[in-house]
Structure formats: C-alpha cells, structure tokens
C-alpha cells in the first residue's frame, strides 16, 4: 500500500493572502524569517488579517538561513509560553522548515532531535495546533510537503526531517508575496524547484499519482524560470510560484535523490562560505543525471522528461543528453556556476573533505530513493565531477 498526502486547503493566486480572515481560532503564532517580509509589508498583512478574524497574534522573528536547532528550540518555548492553536508561518523555507520542528517540540517536549532525525518517526502532532504554510519564494514548496531541513552548525551537517505529520494543513500560495524577488533567489529557489520535480519523476517512489504533478512543473519550470528570472512582474514570476508548489507536491509523496543528500552534506561543509541549497542543486543535478543513467529505468524517466519538453534525440541516451545540456544552458541563463570550483570552494579543502562528505552523502535521507544505487566511491567520483564539472560517463 502506498499513501499520497496534502494540505487539506491550497489556496493560490494574486491576493490569497487575504484568506487568512477566515482561519478559526483564539491564538496565532507567526514565524517568520529576517526582515523581508516586515519591509515588504507583508507580516503587518498577515497580522492583520488574523486580527480581523479575532487572534491574539505574536510573531517569532529573525529565523535566519538554514535553521539552527538552536532556534528551533527557542521558537518551542516561545510557543510553550504563548500557546497558540495555530502557528502561521511565512517566508523562505527557513522560517517555514524552522516553525514545522518547533511545532513537533511545542506539542511534545520530551522529544529529541535525534528521534526527529529518523525518517517517519514523529509524535502526533494537531493535539494543540494546526500549521499555515505562506511561502515568500517559489522554490523549495515546503508548504505543501511532509519535509524540514534544520542545521547542525556544529556538526556541519544539514538534517531533512521527514513525517506525514508536518505536512501543513493550509497552504497561501500568493503570487504577490514574491514579486520582489532578487534575481540571484528566483535563479536558485527556482533550480531547487526543478530539481524536486526531476528527483521525484526518476525516484523509485514515483507514482502514478505523482508523474503527472512532476512532468507539469517541469514543463512550467522550463518555461517560466527564465522568464520570472528577467521580468519580477511578468506571468512567468506567477508560473513559477504555482511550477513549484506543484513540484513539491510530487516529491513530498515519490521523496527524491542524491542531487539533494549531496546538497545538504555539502551545503555547511566549507571554511569558504555557506553553498545556498538551490543553487547547489544546480550545479549537482547535471552530473547526477549522468550517474543515474546508468540505471535502464531511470534512462527512459528521463528521456521521457526529455519528450515532454520537445527535445529530441534518435534514442534514450540522445534526449537525456539534450536534457543535461537543457539543464547546463539554464543555469548559464540564470548565472549560476556550473561547479563547485566555479563556485569559490577551495580546492585543497575539498580534497581533505571528499571521503567524509561522500560518506556522509551515501547516509542522507533522500538517498534510499534515488534510482541508482550508490556506494561511497561511486559518490566520492560523483563530488569530484561537481567540483571540476567532469561528466561522468554513461
């Protein structure tokens, strides 16, 4: 048996925000990130509209990029002292990640990070709140999937936390809130997003529930991406808001692949300065591609990939190269490097490093969906492909 799940309500389109009048409640926390969405004007919104529909409202500030544990814990207490029966999260998917495992600590604080490590191993949660989900980017979609990402800084390692249980209950998917976008975010946010839907597409969950929501975002993403990159008010911006949420609608339920367990091993890993999740992704999932298509199934998911965005090719391994070179010149477009030498990693370091994040990579969550089996070896050669942009032959 399988299971497919999400939000119970996605509401979506210009002004959807406004929908927040209508939640039922006493109490709203809302959890937010850096100052963005306060300079925006778009936490007073939000506040005020929860006042509108007779909250008491107090907000968490200043979740910074990749969430601490640290954090996660002061935002449970906040939450312990305040007690809310919703907790209200808008922003990046920091804020968003951040305030699903201090919902997990709020209901139950005798809980451990380790447990929450564990894939599929939350408490139950609901027994004093539920969750709305606003994102301010149109990439990771964490408010429509089961996932979280929080950071060890002192371990140097990202965790994706992993339950049906935090799967938000109401989604805002407001075009509005992302017009304001840099450039330099709507190119990786944007890659993040293309890479959910092409790791849920080839991974070895994939359903026939997912497909269908994987290929569409695809075809969006590869459409609209650029188009949002260049014109913050133009339909490709909207696109890409609705492209991603539907791509993490797919991967929530099919999971994903080592394009991410490489991203969240690598992303803290070095002295030379943090790699943003998106565009690591970027950079990794040319090569990943390559890899996994040495895997009879997975070579004809992604020339099926291939098919639905018109290029061609006289068989399989023909239209799966014209996706990677598709995938190369986007990330040319959008000015992200094509390696992580390009990126600024300094060599001698990543040498040092490989073996450990190699390993630490083959250990990742999201590598026991990936297509293709792999082997700390195997993953070691993949990193050096991705550090000097090498394909790896298939």
């Not at 293309?194 to 075809?219: G, N, R």
């Not at 959008?334 to 390993?359: W, Y």
Request: proline letters at 6%; one cysteine or more; glycine letters at 8%.
């Amino acid at each position: 048996m399988s299971r497919f799940t999400l939000p119970r309500d996605v509401y979506y389109g210009c002004g959807s925000l406004a929908e927040l009048k209508n939640l039922k409640g006493k109490r709203a926390i809302v959890v937010t990130g850096g100052h963005s969405m306060k300079a925006s004007g778009f936490l007073d919104k939000t506040v005020n509209y929860l006042k509108e529909a007779g909250f008491e409202v107090e907000t968490f500030e200043g979740v910074e990029p990749d969430p601490s544990i640290e954090t996660v814990m002061k935002g449970a207490e906040a939450m312990r002292k305040f007690n809310p029966d919703w907790i209200v999260a808008i922003g990046g998917g920091s804020p968003i990640d951040a305030a699903k495992a201090m919902w997990a600590f709020y209901e139950h604080p005798d809980t451990t990070f380790e447990t929450l490590c564990t894939p599929f191993s939350f408490p139950h949660l609901r027994e004093k709140a539920h969750f709305c989900a606003i994102p301010s980017t149109s990439g990771t979609a964490t408010e429509v999937t089961a996932f979280s990402v929080i950071t060890d800084y002192a371990k140097g390692i990202k965790y994706p936390l992993a339950d049906f249980e935090i799967t938000p209950d109401v989604a805002i998917v407001d075009p509005d809130i992302v017009r304001g976008l840099p450039q330099k975010q709507v190119a990786f946010t944007g890659m993040d997003a293309m890479t959910h839907a092409i790791e849920a597409y080839v991974s070895t969950m994939a359903t026939p529930f997912t497909d269908p929501l994987a290929l569409k975002a695809i075809k969006m993403i590869n459409t609209s991406l650029v188009d949002s990159y260049n014109n913050p008010n133009g339909k490709g911006r909207e696109e890409m808001h609705y492209a991603q949420c539907l791509a993490g609608m797919a991967f929530s339920n099919a999971l994903l692949g080592i394009v991410h367990s490489m991203a969240h091993k690598t992303g803290a890993a070095f002295s030379t300065g943090h790699i943003p999740h998106g565009c690591a992704n970027a950079m990794y999932l040319p090569h990943v591609i390559e890899y996994n298509a040495n895997n009879k199934r997975a070579l004809e998911r992604y020339a099926q990939i291939a098919q639905s965005l018109g290029i061609e090719g006289e068989d399989a391994r023909e239209q799966t190269q014209g996706l990677i070179n598709r995938i190369h010149e986007l990330n040319t477009l959008l000015s992200i490097p094509h390696s992580m030498q390009e990126f600024g990693v300094n060599e001698k370091e990543f040498k040092e490093k490989l073996h450990t994040i190699a390993h630490n990579a083959v250990g990742d969550a999201c590598t026991g969906t990936n297509p293709n089996p792999i082997d700390d070896e195997k993953m070691a050669d993949l990193f050096e492909c991705c550090y000097y942009n090498k394909p790896y032959k298939f």
